[in-house]
C-alpha cells in the first residue's frame, strides 16, 4: 500500500506492536500521522 | 550484603458477582442493550462454583500453577469441592464481604437490610480473623423499605442470590463527581478486601506481629479523593486502620498494573534505609475490572468469570537469615529511553538487570510475568498474556545463545506457568507468585524467581509511554 500523503490513525496494543512504533514506521514511508493511541485489553 | 526478606505474602479473593454489573464495561453496555443485565445475571457463578475454581485454588495456594497443566479444560467446567481457605489466604463469600464492606464504612453509605445484616453478623462471628466488637456496625440494619426508600433517591441497589435485595450504597456529596455511590462502592471494596488480605498477616500461619510495621504501602487500582483532588489517595493509611496495624502510617504508590512492584521495590528500599522496621505492600480489588470481558463470556455461553476482586499483602522486613531476600541489586528498570516494544521492555526489565548481577535467563528457575488466566481473556480475543510474554521471554533467550530454538517450549514449560490470576490488572502483575515462590524457597525448591510487571501509562493520556519494573528472590544464604 502506498502510505506517501495519506493519513494514518495508529492504533497499537500493549503486549503486541505500540501504537508509537506503527506511527514511527509510518511516518518514514511519508504517512501523516493524525492520532497515535495504544490499548490494553486485558 | 544484606537485602530485605519477604516475611509473609497473603491472598485473599473476594466473590462478589452482584457487583459484577457495577464493572465499568457492564455499567456502560446495560443502558444501551436491554438484554444485557439478563445475559449477566444469568450467567453468575454460586460460591461453591468460584471456590472450587482451579485458578481460584492456585490464588490462595491450595494448588500450584504447574498442577492447572494437568485439569481438563475448561477449567470452570472441571472443578471438584475445595476449601475456602488456603495456606495464602481465602476466598470471601458475596454476603460475609458485604459485611466487612459494611464494618469498613465509617459514613454509614453502605447500609444493609436489617435481617440479612444479622445473619451476616452470625456468619463473621464465626470467622476467625475477626474481633466480636467489631461486629457492631451490623447491628444498625434498616428496614428493607428504607433501603428502598434510599434506592429511589438515586442509591445502588445491592444484592445476593440471583437478585434478593439486601443494602443500598449511597452518594457521599451531592455534587461531587469523585463521591458517588459508584466510585465509593469501588473504593470500599479495595479498602475492605486489601485490608483483608492484612487481616490474614495475623493469623496463625503467618504471625506477623502487628506493633512492628510502620508503613503500608497501597498499590490498588482504585483513585481515592475528592473534587479538588481526584486520586489524593493514602488508601494504605485507610487499610492499615481498618486491619488494625494502629503503628503504622501509610500512603499509596501510583504506577498503573506495575503498582505493586513499584510498591515492593520502594518498600524495600524503605527497610533498607533502616527508615521502618517493616512495611506492608497491600492492594485491594478492582470493582472496576469486573465483568469488563462479559460480552465475550456470553457469546461463548461461559459464566461470568470475573466476578472476583483480587487482593495482596506482602511483609517485607530487614535481613532475619531465614526468609527469601529482595536482591535491591538486580531490579529492572524501564526508562523513558526504553522503547515501549515488548522484546525491549523484556530487554530492560529482565535481562539487563540478571546481567549486571552476573546470570543468564537460565539462572531463573521461575518468571512471574503478567498472570492473566487465559480462560478469562481468550473468549474476549484478547489471548494468552502470559503465554505470549513467555514466548517473547524464550525467544529473546534464542537469540542471546542462551538455548536453542527446539529448547524455546521446554523453556515455556519449566521457567513459566499458566495464568491463573483474575484479571484484576495489578493482581494479575506478577504478585500472585510470591506466595508460592517464597513457600518453595523456604522448601528448598527454588533459587531464584524473577518477578516482572507491566504498566499502561498511555491509557491516562499523560504521555504514550508504557511502564515496567522487576525485582528478584532469592533464598536467604543465613
Not at chain 1, 500523503?5 to 514511527?24: F, N, Q
Not at chain 2, 476449601?83 to 481465602?90: A, I, Q, S, Y
Not at chain 2, 523456604?442 to 511502564?467: C, H, P, Y
Request: hydrophobic share 40%; net charge negative; with cysteine.
Amino acid at each position: 500500500m502506498e502510505l506517501k500523503g495519506r493519513k494514518v490513525i495508529a492504533l497499537g496494543e500493549r503486549d503486541g506492536v505500540p501504537g508509537t512504533a506503527i506511527a514511527d514506521l509510518v511516518k518514514t514511508a511519508g504517512a501523516d500521522v493524525v492520532l497515535t493511541l495504544t490499548q490494553c485489553y486485558v | 550484603m544484606k537485602y530485605p526478606v519477604v516475611k509473609a505474602v497473603t491472598l485473599v479473593l473476594a466473590h462478589v458477582p452482584h457487583f459484577a454489573r457495577y464493572g465499568s464495561k457492564p455499567l456502560r453496555e446495560i443502558p444501551r442493550d436491554e438484554q444485557a443485565l439478563g445475559q449477566i445475571e444469568s450467567a453468575l457463578r454460586s460460591f461453591d462454583q468460584a471456590r472450587d475454581y482451579a485458578p481460584h485454588q492456585v490464588y490462595i495456594g491450595n494448588m500450584r500453577p504447574e498442577a492447572l497443566a494437568a485439569i481438563e479444560k475448561p477449567w470452570y467446567a472441571h472443578t471438584k469441592t475445595s476449601d475456602r481457605f488456603g495456606p495464602h489466604g481465602e476466598i470471601i463469600p458475596e454476603d460475609e464481604f458485604y459485611g466487612l464492606m459494611a464494618i469498613a464504612d465509617q459514613f454509614d453509605l453502605f447500609r444493609l437490610e436489617k435481617e440479612f445484616a444479622a445473619r451476616v453478623r452470625e456468619r463473621l462471628s464465626e470467622h476467625p480473623l475477626i474481633k466480636p466488637e467489631e461486629l457492631k456496625p451490623l447491628d444498625k440494619g434498616l428496614p428493607l423499605e428504607q433501603i428502598e426508600t434510599m434506592i429511589g433517591q438515586g442509591a445502588l441497589p445491592l444484592f445476593v442470590n440471583g437478585g434478593t435485595l439486601v443494602g443500598a450504597m449511597r452518594s457521599g456529596h451531592d455534587e461531587d463527581d469523585t463521591l458517588t455511590a459508584n466510585v465509593l462502592l469501588e473504593n470500599l471494596a479495595c479498602k475492605a478486601s486489601g485490608a483483608w488480605a492484612m487481616r490474614h498477616l495475623t493469623n496463625e500461619r503467618h504471625g506477623v506481629d502487628i506493633s512492628q510495621v510502620d508503613y503500608v504501602l497501597g498499590c490498588g487500582e482504585e483513585g481515592v479523593g475528592d473534587r479538588y483532588q481526584r486520586a489524593g489517595g493514602a488508601m494504605g493509611k485507610a487499610m492499615a486502620e481498618f486491619a488494625g496495624f494502629s503503628e503504622a502510617s501509610g500512603s499509596d504508590v501510583k504506577a498503573f498494573c506495575a503498582a505493586p512492584i513499584h510498591a515492593t521495590v520502594t518498600g524495600a528500599s524503605y527497610v533498607q534505609s533502616g527508615l521502618y522496621r517493616n512495611i506492608v505492600v497491600a492492594g485491594g480489588g478492582s470493582l472496576a475490572k469486573l465483568g469488563m470481558k462479559f460480552r465475550g463470556h456470553v457469546k461463548h455461553q461461559m459464566p461470568i468469570l470475573e466476578d472476583v476482586l483480587g487482593a495482596v499483602a506482602i511483609v517485607i522486613g530487614p535481613d532475619d537469615g531465614k526468609n527469601p531476600v529482595i536482591r535491591l541489586d538486580g531490579v529492572g528498570i524501564h526508562r523513558v529511553k526504553h522503547s515501549s516494544s515488548p522484546p525491549a521492555m523484556m530487554q530492560a526489565l529482565v535481562v539487563e538487570p540478571l546481567e549486571r548481577m552476573g546470570h543468564r535467563m537460565t539462572d531463573v528457575d521461575k518468571f512471574a510475568l503478567e498472570l492473566h488466566n487465559a480462560e478469562i481473556t481468550e473468549p474476549a480475543g484478547s489471548g494468552d498474556v502470559a503465554l505470549t510474554n513467555y514466548k517473547t521471554l524464550a525467544g529473546i533467550a534464542v537469540m542471546r545463545k542462551e538455548i536453542v530454538r527446539d529448547e524455546m517450549d521446554a523453556f515455556v514449560r519449566e521457567r513459566g506457568m499458566p495464568g491463573y490470576s483474575p484479571t484484576q490488572g495489578h493482581i494479575a502483575a506478577a504478585v500472585p507468585f510470591l506466595g508460592h515462590a517464597r513457600d518453595r524457597m523456604l522448601n528448598g525448591e527454588m533459587q531464584r524467581a524473577m518477578f516482572v510487571g507491566k504498566g499502561s501509562l498511555f491509557l491516562g493520556r499523560m504521555t504514550n509511554l508504557s511502564d515496567g519494573m522487576s525485582f528478584v528472590v532469592e533464598p536467604n544464604g543465613g
